[in-house]
């Protein structure tokens, strides 16, 4: 290996650490120095709902407190907060009580991941061949007039698409379910039938992510593929005679695809955001309609717990590609 | 030597643009599409009585009709008016969010530009990792955890995840001005190192201020509006983004309501679209290095 690629591995490590420093940091911080007691609220908010008047409301505080170390000094808890992660401790939920945060991410992760990826990464496919073909002179009208309109659909935020998408294909034609990750009656098995399903009913979720993204990926493409276009090895290319299909492969597209997984890496964070919203439009049974209900149900661990592990996940994510990217581009590895 | 009359220089810069065709397409239907916007909110409130975007205030679920060209809401209010009294306010919080962010990431890649060093590597590998951080987690711990959220306390919120663009921008910026030869002369002048940042590199960051301006304010708007429509924005306010939350609390979608949920949508993707135009219109402008693609 040499020192030019440990550097870059070592650089794109430090990034990584530093977003796992700034998501811990803010999820502990955050809910700490913002005014209002979190334990008070909770206990008035267990009140009102009980209606009980008569609970000795300072003892279940205190108590509280103690539980969860918040008479401690605030470093103090910033560093037992660290060890619990590294446990992979988040908590206990409070909404569906007792079961612990970390059991009900798990639950949840495999769909969004399941749902994102593939969306994601048809998405991505889509549009940095349509990119390509928009800058390659010689392409068609019909690509001309898809690609704009791709585009377009860009500009608007992935739940609103969501939101028209079940009204036209599970509302008005009844195509697809309006919501949920599986039919309620089904029993999850390694088998034909449930992923038929799971496909199903993730058609209408991943067709918004689609069609909210293929278009910035097509806009990359197409202007990183301009500029590799005017270069001179294609025009060398063309004039040692090569067949355009060769040139358009293995010239134009391959080395515009490298910006493009830059992109991706930066774009991905923006992709997630959008999902997150999908979900809750879709009721569908991953992080962002647990994080959802757990705002909704003021569900604090929960809350913490998912967006800690959405961070994560994601910093996880771009360290691979940041991994695998010097594969790609040789020019890295020397 | 004294400093150059920027503005001129600027609008020297825009006409010659103009002339040589330079100004793309999308910049005009992008402020095309944004006047129009302009003027429904500036021309619709002369049409309507305000009252009628109150709960209660006209029959409920009502259809698009002569008397409601929108049709109303399951709580009695008009469409028409809400939407009129709505899009405004979501505009308001858009701009002074995305004004906040570009001014708060203006000054951070001012520093990093100029002062280079620990500050510099401090704040690009903080804007690089807040970047790849999906705004939404944030954005839910933080309105999650206030109590009664205004449209101020929003807005700032919203900002204080949308600066980095134009860190970056204005950082690299600098970068490059730094190098420039009549930066050179102005030291040799004996200009101090601020008035060289005020008077000569200042005034030619503007286009580019211009333009992450207008990409933040999109980023801002929409993370205002996906905010809201989580039920986590100022509950009494009338914003596209409630509109849609309550439409949504409602299932509207399920009870075939589009009027409720449709319009909303329009003016959020029109919204999305003339911002976006804009913005890579002023992008081929700020940086004729793009003219090419």
Redesign the interface.
């Known amino acids: 290996m040499s020192s030019e690629l440990a550097r870059y591995i070592g650089m794109r490590f430090i990034q990584f650490l530093v977003v796992v420093f700034i998501a811990v940091s803010v999820n502990f911080f955050i809910p700490r120095l913002l005014p209002g007691d979190p334990i008070e609220s909770l206990i008035a908010r267990l009140q009102s709902a009980g209606g009980s008047q008569e609970m000795d409301s300072q003892a279940i505080i205190d108590n509280f407190r103690e539980k969860y170390g918040l008479d401690k000094p605030m470093m103090t808890q910033y560093l037992n907060y660290w060890r619990d992660l590294f446990r992979f401790d988040m908590g206990v939920s409070l909404s569906s009580y007792p079961q612990p945060v970390s059991q009900m991410i798990r639950q949840a992760l495999p769909w969004s991941v399941g749902l994102l990826a593939t969306a994601t990464l048809i998405a991505f496919t889509l549009g940095s061949v349509l990119g390509a073909l928009l800058a390659w002179p010689r392409s068609g009208r019909i690509i001309r007039t898809i690609v704009p309109t791709l585009l377009v659909l860009s500009t608007i935020p992935f739940y609103l698409l969501a939101m028209i998408l079940i009204y036209l294909f599970a509302v008005l034609w009844r195509i697809f379910p309006p919501g949920g990750g599986a039919s309620p009656t089904l029993i999850m098995e390694w088998d034909w039938p449930s992923f038929v399903n799971i496909v199903h009913h993730g058609m209408l979720p991943g067709l918004a992510i689609v069609l909210g993204s293929v278009g910035i990926w097509a806009l990359g493409m197409r202007s990183q593929t301009v500029s590799v276009l005017g270069e001179d090895y294609i025009t060398f290319a063309e004039a040692k005679g090569l067949a355009p299909r060769r040139i358009f492969l293995r010239y134009g597209m391959r080395n515009a695809m490298l910006p493009q997984v830059t992109a991706l890496a930066l774009s991905l964070g923006h992709v997630v955001s959008g999902a997150v919203l999908v979900e809750v439009i879709f009721n569908y049974p991953g992080l962002g309609a647990l994080l959802y209900n757990a705002v909704r149900g003021q569900d604090y661990f929960l809350v913490q717990g998912v967006v800690l592990i959405l961070i994560l996940t994601l910093a996880v994510l771009l360290f691979i590609i940041d991994l695998i990217y010097p594969l790609l581009d040789p020019r890295i590895r020397r | 030597m004294t400093a150059a009359p920027s503005p001129r220089r600027a609008f020297s810069g825009l006409r010659r643009s103009w002339s040589e065709g330079r100004i793309a397409p999308a910049l005009i239907w992008g402020l095309s599409i944004l006047g129009l916007i302009m003027l429904f909110c500036l021309l619709g409130p002369l049409f309507i009585e305000p009252r009628d975007a109150l709960v209660g205030s006209v029959l409920p679920r009502q259809s698009p009709s002569a008397e409601f060209w929108l049709g109303t809401d399951a709580q009695g209010r008009d469409m028409l008016t809400l939407l009129i009294l709505a899009t405004p306010n979501t505009l308001k919080i858009g701009l002074i969010a995305g004004a906040l962010g570009v001014g708060f990431g203006t000054i951070l890649g001012l520093i990093a530009g100029n002062f280079r060093g620990w500050a510099d590597a401090v704040i690009r590998?903080?804007a690089?990792?807040?970047?790849?951080?999906?705004?939404?987690?944030?954005l839910?711990?933080?309105a999650?955890?206030?109590?009664q959220m205004t449209v101020e306390i929003m807005a700032l919120v919203v900002a204080s995840l949308a600066w980095m663009v134009s860190t970056r921008t204005v950082r690299a910026q600098v970068l490059t001005i730094r190098e420039r030869s009549y930066i050179e002369v102005a030291r040799v002048n004996g200009e101090s190192s601020l008035e060289i940042l005020f008077r000569e590199i200042m005034p030619n960051l503007l286009p580019f201020i211009i333009a992450s301006f207008v990409a933040t304010v999109a980023t801002a708007i929409?993370?205002v509006?996906?905010l809201e429509?989580?039920?986590?924005g100022a509950p009494q306010e009338m914003t596209l983004g409630n509109t849609?939350y309550w439409s949504?609390q409602s299932s509207a979608?399920?009870r075939?309501m589009?009027w409720w949920?449709?319009p909303p949508?329009i003016v959020?993707?029109l919204i999305?679209?003339g911002l976006?135009l804009t913005s890579i219109g002023f992008d081929r402008f700020a940086n004729p290095r793009?003219i090419?693609?």
């Open positions: 590998i903080v690089d990792a807040m970047m790849t951080i999906p705004a939404i987690a944030i839910v711990i933080i999650g955890n206030i109590e929409l993370a509006i996906g429509a989580l039920g986590l849609i949504q979608l399920l075939g589009w949920w449709l949508i959020i993707a999305s679209l976006f793009l090419r693609a």
